[in-house]
């Protein structure tokens, strides 16, 4: 399998799954008009899919180090095949929580409350369990982005004329995603051999480890999902039928969504041998702010605002740099 040798090369895979969990999101656009997210949805978990058995099947068994996919597969012990899995139902559970409290209180407080909860815990449990970096410089780079993050929601909340009065059920779902999207990633690593080269009787490689995880979002996606089509969050309830119905394109579209944000995971797990996991969890979650970008430079959506809100997305990114500087170099 191939193994990240050096540190250099797993900060720059880090960087990649930020730009992936960042960016996965804009094939939602573009879907149909009137394709919805719960039927949207279904094929991004498809696509995720996918791509773990493609990613098995290549770079999880080249090479003569380490171990093989299957074989991996065909060793594991029972803790690391259910760690995974419930990894998988976690982050599953979290991403659809998310979604709900974007719908009840709108992007500039679900992410920054979530995603930033999520970032903060997440680095402190995958820290906690696998010390490695500065603990100083790790804890105050992440420090930084969540300011970072929280201009972010006021550049958004200033943007909007016609902004909702946040309301307390938008809040308590968006920390509860938040709290529950930081344990996810520790359940998956747990599973995960320290050696790579000579992995334990019963431990995982990444590439298998990450298969086991995605069995779990499958799973339990037949629970959540179906539950949210029958109880949606907004709008009236979807069937099976209308998915079937679906274009090629919407189709499409969610399974690349699904792949890019895989693509993003699969490289964290794999960088995490040479960054440590909670480098290579801070970095990813970083992802918020590359959604910034899209939002600024490609889709427009600050176009015509003021100067306070101009400062505001400058500064954001000011402090967004310097805190993933000093996360990298807290792990180097």
């Known amino acids: 399998m191939f193994i990240v040798s050096s540190y250099t090369l797993a900060v720059g895979l880090c ?14 656009k573009i879907a149909a008009k009137n394709w919805r997210f719960e ?10 899919l996918l791509f773990s058995l493609l990613f098995g099947f290549t770079a999880g068994s080249i090479g003569t180090k380490g171990m093989g996919f299957m074989e ?31 719908a009840i209180a709108g992007m500039s407080i679900a992410f920054p409350v979530g995603v ?5 815990l997440g680095v402190l449990i995958n820290y906690i369990a696998t010390p490695k970096g500065d603990p100083v410089l790790l804890f105050t780079g992440v420090a930084i982005v969540v300011l970072a993050i929280i201009l972010d929601a006021m550049a958004y909340r200033k943007l909007s004329l016609n902004a909702k009065k946040t309301s307390t059920k938008g809040i308590v779902i968006s920390i509860l995603a938040g709290f529950l999207m930081a344990w996810f990633f520790r359940f998956v690593a747990s599973a995960i051999a320290v050696d790579l080269d000579y992995p334990e009787p019963g431990k995982l490689t990444p590439y298998a480890a990450f298969f086991f995880f995605v069995i779990g ?23 099976f039928k209308q998915y079937f119905q679906g274009n090629f394109r919407s189709h499409l579209s969610g ?3 699904g792949m890019i944000w895989a693509l993003g995971f699969s490289l964290s797990l794999i960088a995490a041998g040479k960054a440590g996991y909670a480098v290579s969890y801070g970095l990813g979650q970083g992802a918020t702010m590359v959604g910034a970008l899209w939002g600024v430079f490609i889709w427009k959506e600050f176009k015509g605002a003021s ?5 505001l997305l400058f500064l954001m990114f000011v402090l967004f740099t310097a805190g993933l500087a000093l996360i990298i170099i807290a792990g180097s």
């Not at 100067?307 to 400062?311: F, G, H, I, P």
Request: charged share 5%; aromatic share 12%.
């Open 72 to 102: 991996s597969i065909s060793q594991a012990s029972t803790s690391s095949i259910l760690n995974p899995i419930i990894g998988g139902i976690i982050f599953n559970l979290s991403n659809i929580l998310l979604v709900a409290a974007i």
């Open 255 to 257: 399974i690349i969504g």
């Open 116 to 120: 930033g909860l999520a970032m903060v």
């Open 15 to 28: 960087f990649v799954t930020m730009l992936c969990w960042g960016s996965w999101a804009n094939t939602q």
């Open 39 to 48: 039927l949207f949805y279904w094929d991004y978990v498809l696509g995720i």
């Open 217 to 239: 979002m499958v799973i339990s996606n037949f629970l959540f999902n179906t539950y949210l089509m029958k109880k949606p969050i907004e709008g009236l309830p979807v069937n």
């Open 307 to 311: 100067k306070s809100v101009n400062l």
